[in-house]
């Protein structure tokens, strides 16, 4: 194995971050880096407990002199989202990722990079490896599947648990202490799908929408970036000529604002040039609209082949639900200035044999709001004859106020920088606030450094940024007595 990191510091993390990057680890896809830190817990002869779902808890005694110090627990998760380019050849279940360094950040290679969250990984092994290292009892927790729905901590015991202060170490940017999260739920609609005859006489289209930047569905949905789904959507629904259409798809992930979409449409031959035309016309309108946030949108016409098409009754149920689907932000917070309150991202399309699958990534900080859009997408799927169900729920984390754990933090961060950091709440879903259910009278804060565009394939992590949190995470530790 190449070390492209060796050499960066802090050592132990970035020797880590490279170790589990050799290792797949998509969301599901968690038994071989689950076993990794089980087998590392054990070599260094820890308490280590691996559960039935795979979650990873290891325990290390205080050093001295902090031995009534309350237990102090750093949390992350293993599995990352697993994005790439279409041109990128790589298998998320066996090919390591391959990291780049460039200007001073680490890139992987047409792949999303998996420093969300496997900074979080590394950073904790780093402090049970290292003898040095001055810290009360710390309880290391790493979960599964956070990215795609939380179960790792939904199905995590409590008993298993006995920290006071949670250090949850998933954050994205440097300076910034997080205090609260959105809660949220997955909401899936699916139409059984209709099929009838392809015309002989009629041409078939590829149209394929691309180039977006995407991003995270929580973090990055104020940034007002195109949704390839629902740009999809108003494509079908403008375009003024007679068409049948045949297949739709877009996204990987419902926690990722899609980056590419297509869909196949049957013409007229006679018809091919106008078509072409009107969404050449359409790409420009999108284009003008997305100048900003959206660059490089780009949308495609290619000849392609298809035997059958759906029915036209099934062609207008799925315009009006890729259109009328909510999606983007749906209510800012009134109390946090800048804050989004709720929102939705259309993030995932599949079309099978059986139906058309649309998913959603639901957010909200207010448990009303977020019922209220989940109400709406279950009114909007049933005027369809559609079905409805919602997965994965996870409650919100609410602000504590008077946090002895904030308190620490924000002193240990003035001692160490000079000056104040910012608290702030955050439109993301974390697992704080279900760990806060399984342990009462706990308390939880969540910091991480500077990372960018995560969950895309241009995700990079600011190498000096790392150090910066390190040595913070540190300085806290030592802090608590």
Avoid at 32 to 53: K, M, R
Wanted: negative net charge; aromatic residues 6%.
């Amino acid at each position: 194995m190449e070390k492209v990191l060796e050499g960066l510091q802090p050592k132990l993390v970035f020797k880590y971050f490279e170790e589990i990057s050799q290792i797949p680890r998509g969301s599901g896809n968690e038994k071989g880096i689950s076993d990794f830190l089980y087998n590392f817990g054990n070599s260094l002869n820890l308490e280590t407990i691996q559960d039935e779902h795979l979650n990873i808890i290891i325990r290390k005694p205080a050093t001295k002199g902090y031995e009534n110090a309350p237990c102090v627990m750093l949390q992350g998760h293993m599995d990352m989202v697993c994005e790439k380019n279409k041109d990128t050849d790589h298998d998320f279940t066996k090919d390591p990722i391959k990291l780049r360094i460039e200007d001073g950040m680490i890139y992987a290679t047409g792949t999303t990079l998996g420093a969300d969250n496997g900074i979080a990984v590394a950073m904790g092994m780093a402090v049970l490896a290292d003898n040095t290292i001055e810290h009360p009892e710390i309880e290391f927790l790493v979960t599964v599947d956070e990215e795609a729905g939380m179960s790792g901590a939904m199905n995590l015991d409590g008993k298993n648990l006995k920290s006071k202060y949670i250090l949850n170490l998933d954050s994205e940017e440097e300076g910034y202490i997080l205090v609260s999260c959105a809660g949220g739920a997955t909401a899936i609609s699916t139409l059984p799908v209709e099929y009838s005859e392809v015309s002989k006489d009629k041409v078939a289209l590829l149209v394929d929408i691309k180039g977006l930047l995407g991003g995270h569905s929580g973090m990055d949905i104020i940034k007002q970036r195109a949704n390839s789904n629902k740009l999809l959507g108003r494509l079908l629904n403008l375009l003024k000529v007679d068409f049948d259409l045949a297949k739709v798809s877009g996204g990987s992930k419902n926690n990722a604002i899609p980056r590419e979409s297509e869909c196949i449409i049957v013409v007229n031959r006679n018809a091919v040039e106008d078509v072409k035309n009107q969404i050449s016309e359409i790409e420009k309108v999108f284009k003008h609209e997305f100048r900003t946030s959206d660059p490089g949108l780009v949308i495609e016409v290619s000849d392609t082949k298809i035997d059958k098409v759906f029915t036209s009754e099934f062609k207008d149920k799925v315009i009006k639900m890729y259109n009328l689907m909510p999606n983007g932000i749906q209510t800012m917070s009134m109390d946090i200035e800048g804050l989004v309150e709720s929102s939705t991202n259309l993030g995932v399309v599949i079309n099978s044999d059986t139906e058309v699958l649309f998913e959603s990534a639901v957010r909200s900080s207010v448990s009303s709001l977020k019922d209220d859009i989940l109400n709406k997408m279950d009114l909007l799927t049933d005027s369809l004859n559609g079905n409805f169900r919602v997965e994965s729920a996870y409650p919100a984390w609410e602000y504590a106020k008077g946090s002895q754990l904030e308190k620490i933090a924000v002193d240990t961060y003035e001692k160490l920088t000079g000056k104040k950091p910012i608290i702030m709440a955050i439109h993301a879903g974390l697992e704080c606030g279900l760990l806060l259910d399984k342990m009462p009278g706990a308390e939880a804060i969540s910091l991480g450094p500077d990372m960018f565009d995560v969950h895309t394939p241009n995700e990079h992590l600011d190498i000096q940024s790392t150090e910066n949190t390190w040595n913070y995470l540190l300085a806290i530790l030592k802090s608590i007595h």
